[in-house]
């Protein structure tokens, strides 16, 4: 289905919706050529009779080519092809070798739980050389409940090292134009577990000649990073109510200065009743830093040192609209730091709690900060020093693997 947008000053939007982004893609082709200019592609909804049966649908809104010699406007811009980046060379040998290995530590944790019957694959009958020939898995007798949370994550990590293995091995998985795609996730910092993934599902029942097109094959990237990022939307407010929220994370990542930007945000922009809780004592002068905020803002600020006064304190601000919590960073491998915040978190009762991370720290230091503080039960992820770099793959990445929302 066709329908024609709305007009910026010579330039027309024409809006494409089918029920897949290649049938979409193909009819704007059609209309507009091979060289139009893609605005938007992204999920859509229709009606059906009387407002029922929804049908879920694909939108692409693009323009004609821009003619030669004519300046591009801001969304054409914006939205332009962007090239690809060359192909790197493969890494696809030691891929192999290391899934070999996993699929091997697998069967001997398999063995482990109880051993099945021998047969000539296991016993590595067939000629099989140099290559671990996989036993079929027999079901057990009286499987213990802990042995099969330990096969469900072999399964797992086989499965995800699979499509690695697809993705890295030439002419085994996706087609070789596509590769310099997968490098370019990896190249901004997205795991391989999660690139190798993105691009099995953008490629499955595709038209690979609608793929050869870098602005199809991105578009269909995006879809499916949107189908696994979530965002909490914010610290939502409600009327006649007052909503606490708490701030936790390592040292040095900026929960107090990002609490005080959120107070006068708030304030100033909401027109909300703000109040603070520092139980930062630790950190020398957080306590006058987070003062002098409070007084620039206008915003009343306790000090606590103990769960009991954490308590108090947020009896005393039960009548503002937001209170926002600041505590004190430690090591994400201090777990008993961790465990005095979950006690101090315990007499708080937030409503949330936003877990703070660098956005310029390595992907396997985040992994360790939200294992650690997987303890105080985190409901978000709060990213700050997004200035400070230029690889946000490791975010994404980072809020796949916890199931958690982008606060």
Sequence with gaps: MREHGGTTMDQKFHTFRAPTLDEAYREMRKQLGDDAVVVRTGPVRESGILGFLRRGRVEVIASAPVPKGRPLSPAERKYGTA??????????????AYFEQLVRDAQKRMAGAQPPPPTPASTGAGGSQGRAAVAPVLPFKRPQEEDRDDIRREVAQMREMLQVLMAET????????????????????????????????????SDLDLLRDPRVFLERLKLEIRKRVNVSGGIALTGGTCRVAAFVGATGVGKTTNLAKLAAYYTVRERARVGLITADTYRVGAPEQLRIYANIIGVPLTVVNDPKEMAVAVRQHRDCD???????????????????????????QPDEVLLVLGANTQLEELRNVVTSFKAVNPGSLFFTKLDETRRFGGLMSLAVEAALPLS
Aim: charge should be negative; charged fraction near 15%; proline fraction near 8%.
């Design 170 to 205: 030439p002419g085994a998985g996706i087609p070789p134009e596509l590769v310099p795609h997968y490098r370019m996730l990896l190249d901004r910092g997205v795991s391989r577990n999660l690139a190798a993934g993105l691009m099995a599902y953008a490629t499955r029942g």
């Design 83 to 96: 090239s690809a980046p060359a192909e790197a060379p493969s890494s696809g040998e030691n891929t192999v």
């Design 322 to 348: 937001l209170v926002l919590v600041d505590t004190a960073g430690g090591s994400q491998f201090n777990m008993k730091q961790i465990l005095e915040l979950k006690e101090m978190l315990g007499a708080a």
